[in-house]
């Protein structure tokens, strides 16, 4: 078995914003499992896609849900027309076979399915899959990271301390205005000074937060406003379309937004 499904070939393009990739790849060699802590489309998925290309391994990626149970995980059993099989889950196929297993939004999960990560994340490294009554050994390539937005979290959702105190924490944010730029201009293919509005749309809209805005415009929506305009869509209309139709039901923060982002056209 091999997992050249799971092999990213082409460089994913990743603006870094500080020593991210260096910090990242101190912990892989040593194999930590690590952290990956920021809101929401600040470039965390692309980050780890794009160290799994240069690392040269597999990434196994998993959106963690509030319904996801261990087995969906580990793995289970599943009837076909030899019998009873079993099927390596997601994060087992990554320990047997060596891949970088990245369970995006962990918190999302219960706190019951979080736990079968324990093992793997000190010093034993090893998979206990009680159901098919096998202990498997992590293969020397196997590395655990997970995302966690920390604006999410409440009491009742979040991770214990128990499974925090187990990974390295590398902080993400959104970038720079002239980093944030650049990468709006290289994703969305749109004019350096039409990305550097947005940007400016961007941070009035983050500004908001908190006056009825969860959370302002994150770089994945001000990437998607330029995809839209890259496609002749009017500013006004494609931001409307990709920011503040989303992020907004209320009517009076909309009109805010809506005020706050014309400002900047
Ligand atoms: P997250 O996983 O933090 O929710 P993503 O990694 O999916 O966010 O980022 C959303 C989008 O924003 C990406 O698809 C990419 O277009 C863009 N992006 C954000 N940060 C960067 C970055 N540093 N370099 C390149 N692209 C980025």
Redesign the pocket.
């Known amino acids: 078995m091999t997992l050249d499904a799971y092999r990213i070939t082409d460089e994913p393009?990743?603006?870094?914003?500080g020593e991210e990739i260096a910090i990242f790849e101190a912990a892989w060699r040593e194999r930590l499992p690590v952290m990956l802590k920021?809101p929401?489309?600040?470039?965390?998925?692309?980050?780890i896609e794009h160290m799994a290309w240069k690392l040269k391994v597999p990434l196994i990626t998993v959106a963690c849900h509030e319904d996801m149970t261990a087995s969906d995980l580990v793995g289970r059993y599943l009837i076909d027309e030899t019998g009873t099989v079993w099927h390596d889950g997601p994060l087992t196929l990554a320990v047997r076979h060596g891949a970088i297993c990245y369970l995006?939004e962990v918190v999302e999960t219960r706190q019951d399915t979080t736990v079968v990560i324990h093992p793997l994340t000190d010093a034993r490294r090893i998979l206990p899959l009680e159901k098919h009554n096998e202990l498997v050994r992590a293969h020397p390539d196997f590395q655990l990271v997970i995302?966690y937005n920390p604006g999410y979290q409440s009491a009742i959702k979040d991770l214990k301390e128990s499974t925090k105190q187990r990974f390295c924490a590398i902080g993400?944010d959104y970038?720079s205005h002239e980093v944030e730029a650049a990468?709006v201009a290289q994703?969305a293919h749109v004019a350096p000074e039409i990305a550097r509005q947005l940007v400016a749309i961007g941070t009035r809209s983050r500004n908001l937060e908190g006056h009825g805005l969860a959370e302002g415009a994150?770089?994945?929506m001000l990437?998607h406003t330029g995809r839209l305009i890259s496609q002749g869509l009017p500013m006004g209309q494609a931001v409307d379309t990709a920011i503040v139709m989303p992020v907004t039901d209320e009517p009076d923060v909309r009109a805010a937004l809506s005020a706050a982002v014309q400002a900047c056209m």
């Open positions: 393009y990743y603006r870094p914003a920021g929401t489309g600040c470039g965390k998925t692309r980050f995006d995302s993400f970038p990468i994703e994150s770089t994945r990437v």
